[in-house]
């Protein structure tokens, strides 16, 4: 039996219904502040455990992160892992495209005479171009939908999404992102996943009983 959109949704709903209403939320706080207003009042809000831990949190985003996850799935589901690693590679390609397309200025280039004003967390390597979308959000929400539509107690997807959330959250804290930069990276990550599960779903050898084994999973 074919998998639908429709089924792909109905198994990732404790995420996806959630996920809607933090999106609209963030639709009407896009129409109601600026830019500016939104940045400055994330990045003021600054403190030393932030500091400490939103450099960690954005490194969940990152190449290495999809890596590693896929390297463990390996143990228990070729599928799966297959599913991480070109699920993640198209639509990192997707983001990088549309970077290209709007080469829009980072926070560090776009207030280049206010960074006497910015507060910075030391260590960071700050980047001044292809601000928008925010890649390592739409890697976040990549894998969290992946793993909500795995997992077998759907509740997962709850803190799935905070999760994926909290790495938006840390491109913003660490001034490498705008607010708009992070929820396309949330939109993009979302429903390029899901169409692309949806694709996959269907495609004949990952369903075979020889793909859904892993090097420790034999049967």
């Known amino acids: ?41 994330v990045n003021s809000r600054n403190f030393p455990l932030g500091d400490f831990i939103a450099p960690y949190l954005t490194d969940l985003g990152n190449f290495w992160t999809v890596v590693v996850l896929s390297l463990i ?8 892992a297959f599913m991480l690693i070109l699920i993640n590679a198209v639509t990192a390609i997707v983001a990088q495209i549309v970077k290209h397309i709007f080469d829009s200025p980072r926070p560090t280039l776009y207030f280049q005479n206010q960074l006497a004003h910015i507060h910075f967390v030391k260590g960071v390597e700050m980047l001044r171009l292809h601000s928008f979308p925010s890649g390592h959000t739409v890697s976040a929400f990549t894998t969290a939908v992946l793993f909500s539509y795995w997992a077998k107690n ?7 999404l905070i999760l994926a959330m909290c790495v938006g959250y840390s491109r913003m804290y660490l001034s490498e992102h705008f607010f708009e930069d992070v929820t396309a990276g949330s939109v993009i990550g979302t429903i390029t996943t899901v169409c692309l599960i949806t694709w996959l779903a269907n495609v004949q050898f990952l369903r075979s009983a020889k793909w859904n084994r892993g090097l420790i999973n034999k049967g």
């Open 73 to 80: 799935l390996v143990m228990f589901s070729y599928a799966r």
């Open 154 to 160: 759907k509740f997962w997807g709850l803190p799935l």
């Open 1 to 41: 039996m074919n998998i639908s959109i429709k089924d792909v949704l109905f198994k990732i709903r404790v995420f996806f219904v959630p996920y809607l209403l933090v999106l609209m939320l963030c639709l009407l706080i896009k129409i109601l502040f600026s830019r500016e207003q939104i940045y400055f009042a």
